[in-house]
C-alpha cells in the first residue's frame, strides 16, 4: 500500500514538474505570475546619450517574416473576445482616410494612438473587437486628422490614462476633446521625451519625442512613440517632421525598429535619410486617404522606401493593416 501511495506521488510529482516546465519553455507561467501590472511611475530621462542605448538593430537571422502577398492576405479580425488576450501582441493600422489611428492590444494592455478625423471608423472599429476599455490613449498632436476621432471614443469607451503634448489648439475638435478628458475624469498627463512606460513583462513603450514644445509648430509637437515586444519593436511617428527627426537622434535614442510608421502620412517633409537609415525598418505602414488633396504619400517618400528594398503598406490601397507578432515573428494582414 505504501508502495502504492509512493508510486503514484512520484507519478503526480513528475506531471507537475512536466507541466511547470512546459510553461516555463513557453513563457506562460512567467506572463501568469507577472501579468497584469499597473503602469508603473514613469521613468525619466531613459535613453538618453547615445552610450546610454546602443543601436540594435534588427538581424535578419532571428526573424523569419511570413509575410503573404496582397491577394491570399486573409482579411479575418482577431476574435473579439475579451476575456482571453492572445499571448501575441497586435498592432492594428486602423484605415481612417486622412489621418492616423492605431490600436495596440498587448499581451495585457488595450492602447490606442490617435483616431483620425472626427467621423472616422476608428470607435466602430474598436466596437468590433470588442473593446469597451483602453488602458492608454495618446493624442500625438492637436490636429483633428488625429484627436478628432478621439472624440467619439472618449465619449463612450472607458478611458484609463490619456497622454497629449499638453498643446493648446483653438479648434472646436479640441475644445470638445479637452472637455471631455475633463469631464470623463480621465487621468490626464503631458508626455515629454524621455518617459518609459513598462506595460508588462515582455513589453515598453518609449516616448522619444517632444523634448519641448515652446516655439514649434503643431506637426512638431508630434508625440512619437517606440513600442518593444521582444525582438520586435514598432515606431510611431504621427506627424513628426525632418527637424523632428533629427532631434530625435541628436537626443541619442535607440530608434531601431522592425516597422516604421511613416511621418506625416508619408510626406516628402518627413522620413529623412538620416532617420530612415538608423531606424533600419523591414517594413514601413504609411497612413493616408484615397487621392487626398495633399498628394500623400508623396513620390519622393515611396522612391526612397523603394531603392532600400523595404515593403511599404498603405492604407489608402490595402484599407485596415493589422500587424500580429509573437515578440520574434510578424505576419502582416491586410483589410484588402
Ligand atoms: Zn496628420
Redesign the pocket.
Known amino acids: 500500500m505504501k508502495e502504492r501511495i509512493n508510486a503514484k506521488s512520484i507519478i503526480v510529482l513528475a506531471i507537475a514538474l512536466l507541466t511547470v516546465v512546459y510553461f516555463w519553455l513557453s513563457g506562460d507561467l512567467e506572463s501568469r505570475v507577472l501579468g497584469g501590472d499597473l503602469f508603473p511611475e514613469p521613468t525619466e530621462n531613459i535613453g538618453q546619450g547615445p552610450s546610454a542605448q546602443p543601436t540594435e538593430k534588427p538581424s535578419s537571422s532571428d526573424k523569419v517574416t511570413e509575410k503573404p502577398s496582397p491577394s491570399e492576405q486573409p482579411t479575418e479580425k482577431p476574435s473579439p473576445n475579451p476575456t482571453t488576450r492572445p499571448r501575441t501582441l497586435e498592432v492594428h493600422f486602423i484605415d481612417v482616410g486622412?489621418?492616423?489611428s492605431i490600436f495596440i492590444r498587448t499581451p495585457s494592455k488595450d492602447i490606442l494612438i490617435?483616431g483620425g478625423e472626427r467621423n472616422s471608423k476608428a470607435f466602430d472599429y474598436l466596437i468590433s473587437l470588442g473593446i469597451d476599455e483602453l488602458d492608454l490613449v495618446i493624442g500625438t498632436?492637436p490636429?483633428s486628422?488625429?484627436i478628432g476621432g478621439l472624440v467619439k471614443v472618449l465619449e463612450n469607451i472607458r478611458v484609463k490614462q490619456l497622454m497629449d503634448p499638453g498643446v493648446v489648439h483653438t479648434s472646436k475638435t479640441y475644445e470638445d476633446y479637452l472637455t471631455l478628458i475633463y469631464e470623463k475624469d480621465i487621468l490626464y498627463t503631458n508626455v515629454k521625451a524621455g518617459v518609459k512606460l513598462s506595460l508588462d513583462n515582455e513589453t515598453s513603450l518609449e516616448i522619444l519625442h517632444p523634448t519641448h514644445i515652446e516655439g514649434k509648430d503643431l506637426?512638431n509637437v508630434s508625440v512619437v512613440t517606440r513600442l518593444v515586444y521582444n525582438k520586435i519593436s514598432f515606431l510611431f511617428t504621427?506627424?513628426a517632421e525632418i527637424v523632428s527627426e533629427q532631434e530625435i537622434l541628436a537626443q541619442g535614442y535607440n530608434v531601431a525598429s522592425t516597422i516604421l510608421k511613416a511621418g506625416?502620412?508619408g510626406s516628402s517633409t518627413s522620413t529623412g535619410d538620416d532617420f530612415l537609415k538608423a531606424v533600419n525598418p523591414k517594413v514601413v505602414v504609411i497612413?493616408c486617404g484615397q487621392d487626398n488633396s495633399y498628394g500623400h504619400p508623396h513620390q519622393e517618400t515611396l522612391d526612397k522606401l523603394e531603392a532600400l528594398d523595404i515593403d511599404v503598406y498603405r492604407t489608402d490601397e490595402l484599407g485596415s493593416i493589422i500587424i500580429e507578432t509573437d515578440g520574434k515573428n510578424y505576419i502582416v494582414k491586410t483589410e484588402r
Open positions: 486622412n489621418g492616423d490617435d498632436h490636429h486628422d488625429h506637426n504621427a506627424d506625416h502620412h497612413s
